[in-house]
């Protein structure tokens, strides 16, 4: 029902019954539906998105592209599940190109991320290189514009 998860991935604090109206399904159908999609690790978790800087917290994220060295008859697949494990990574894809995966982390200070990716990710074996790249402003992130207070930007005409 990939109605359903497309409304639930906007809004998943959407009442069952609104749902039910939106597709014209009854409750129950919704209900037994999102059960079978989480039971299925198809719905994996719902988040609410915020904006950790307005609210006062300033915290350093950093996007770290990682080459390695693949393990034999597990690939890449064993170092990526140690990267995922650490607390301070929040996403890791297995990327093509010129590197291998891109991890992206989250700490309190430069200091803080650079520690993580010399005492731990750098010393993991099978990791050849890493590239750290901070990030310095958010724009847009999972498909939500950050800090867009419309204003009028009409040209002011004078007579």
Request: negative net charge.
């Given at each position: 029902?990939?109605?359903?998860?497309?409304?639930?991935?906007?809004?998943?604090?959407?009442?069952v019954?609104?749902?039910?109206?939106?597709?014209?399904?009854?409750?129950?159908?919704?209900?037994?539906?999102?059960?079978?999609?989480?039971?299925?690790?198809?719905i994996?978790?719902?988040?609410?998105?915020?904006?950790?800087?307005?609210f006062?917290?300033?915290?350093?994220?950093?996007?770290?592209?990682?080459n390695?060295?693949?393990?034999?008859?597990?690939?890449?697949?064993?170092?990526?599940?140690?990267?995922?494990r650490?607390?301070?990574?929040?996403?890791?894809?297995?990327?093509?190109?010129?590197?291998?995966?891109?991890?992206i982390?989250?700490?309190k200070?430069?200091?803080?991320?650079?520690?993580?990716?010399?005492?731990?990710?750098?010393?993991?074996?099978?990791?050849?290189?890493?590239?750290?790249?901070?990030?310095?402003?958010?724009?847009?992130?999972?498909?939500?514009?950050?800090?867009?207070?419309?204003?009028?930007?009409?040209?002011?005409?004078v007579?």
């Amino acid at each position: 029902m990939r109605e359903l998860l497309e409304i639930l991935e906007k809004n998943s604090r959407i009442s069952v019954s609104e749902l039910a109206s939106m597709l014209q399904k009854s409750e129950y159908e919704i209900e037994k539906e999102i059960e079978r999609l989480e039971r299925e690790k198809i719905i994996l978790s719902y988040g609410t998105l915020i904006d950790w800087e307005k609210f006062g917290d300033e915290n350093v994220i950093a996007v770290i592209e990682i080459n390695l060295t693949p393990q034999r008859e597990v690939g890449f697949d064993a170092i990526a599940e140690r990267i995922y494990r650490y607390d301070e990574v929040k996403t890791v894809y297995l990327m093509s190109g010129n590197f291998d995966l891109l991890v992206i982390i989250e700490g309190k200070s430069l200091k803080e991320i650079s520690n993580f990716v010399s005492k731990r990710l750098s010393t993991i074996e099978g990791v050849t290189q890493t590239r750290s790249h901070f990030l310095l402003k958010a724009y847009k992130k999972d498909g939500v514009i950050l800090d867009n207070e419309e204003e009028d930007r009409r040209l002011v005409v004078v007579p």
